[in-house]
């Protein structure tokens, strides 16, 4: 029986669960391959796409149009998705075993990394990654509230979300009406008083996470001038010697960039933002209202620490005075019942894609990963392409060898049925098209390239009433 996956008469069955770049890239692979392939991808969310509508900035609208790739993949009739429906709470991973032969996670990593220092919890303290959930109008976020009477706010990280919050904060109202932006967020920020953006980096300019478009872009704000202190601009021996030796292009330019910045002249524009090297943050003050008044800082020194150049600490003690503070120190990826998990690397164990099992580093038959929740949360959407191709190419050896579930009810009807009977409101890609149509003609009336909506039951409404 299991030889004859994948024909016509027996197709082969695959959930993936995350409709992010990671989900979609390797539902292309498999729908490319030779075999019969039905695939249902799942999202909790009722809209696809995962950080390409949720993470990538509303001013990065170019790098959103890699959509019109998953949109031609969505459109293949051996393709179904199912919006709105959280496995874990509406299907469970039983249910999904008795479904399908192959089971993929493209979940993502969900939540964020912590400092670890006193106060870091406290009022006008936040996770960057909820700001930019926020920002993008994520249903979860969209009641969120951040302080924007604050006129000095701190981005913890030099990475490329760091670089998106400061970007953000610093954008003129104008220049936000041009972008996806969340109404909400639009009209927090159109009254908002920041005047100063500092972004803190623990080590030095070469090995700031940040790339060069990115950077670059910093120094091209309308409404902010840049700002580096030329002592942190400069290299230290130890990363000195390390560029000297270095024949990486991008590198040589990125220390170009910053140190270009260092010697720009202020052009007197209302805010500034300033990129701060080799400090930590050591504990976060309150003030009398009880919100974050002011950052303590650690100047840092690097050393070498095996192939990696670490920062330790000076003793150098600096108070910073700021009024709300965004820590953007990276994502991490939340344990999915039913899977093992590796605590310390915040992934599911897998190789090349296969799950496996924390004790016997067995692979568990039918279970895949993808994207964050299989390397964790680093590179850029693209990365996602190679990374979502590994793990389809897993899977279809697997078929060749006959090592997938064997689930009791196979159909495509069946499980139709039981996702609609625990979840009224499922979205179809169908359903999303309408309501992808509905935002861009929102936003035309705005005058803005998008009017998004923010909330499940406004999606229903639109969908009903259409
Ligand atoms: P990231 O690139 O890993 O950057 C994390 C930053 O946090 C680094 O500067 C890191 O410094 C710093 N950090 C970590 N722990 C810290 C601590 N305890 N104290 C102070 N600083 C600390 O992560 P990300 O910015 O969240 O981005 C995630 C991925 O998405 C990246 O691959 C990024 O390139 C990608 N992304 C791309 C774009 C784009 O292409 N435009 C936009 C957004 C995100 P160390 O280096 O010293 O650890």
Known sequence: MKSRLGTEEHPLRVAIVGSGPAGFYAAEYLLKSDLNVQIDMFDRLPTPFGLVRFGVAPDHLKIKSVTRVFDRIAKNEAFRFFGNVDIGQDISLDDLRNHYHQICFATGAQTDRSMGIPGEDIPRSHAATEFVAWYNGHPDYRDCEFDFS?????VVGVGNVAVDVARILCRTPEELMGTDIAEHALEALRHSKVREVYMLGRRGPLQAAFTNPEARELGELKGADIHVPQDEARLDPLSEAELESSEDDKLHKKVAIVQGFAEQEPEGKPRRLTLRFLVSPTELIAGEDGGVRTMRLEKNELVADGDRTSPRGTGLIEDLPVDLVFRSVGYRGIPIEGLPFHERWG?????????????????????????????????????NKKDGTETATAMLEDVASSSVLEPANPDAGAIDGLVRERQKNVVTYEDWTRLDALELSKGDQAGRPRVKFTSREEMQ???SSG
């Open 150 to 154: 604050a006129e000095r706010v701190a």
């Open 347 to 383: 992934v599911i164990p897998n190789e090349a894609g296969r799950v496996t099992d924390a004790e016997t580093e067995q692979p568990l038959t039918g279970m895949y990963v993808s994207g964050w929740i299989k390397r964790g949360p680093s590179g850029v959407i693209g990365t």
């Open 461 to 463: 409404e639109a969908l």
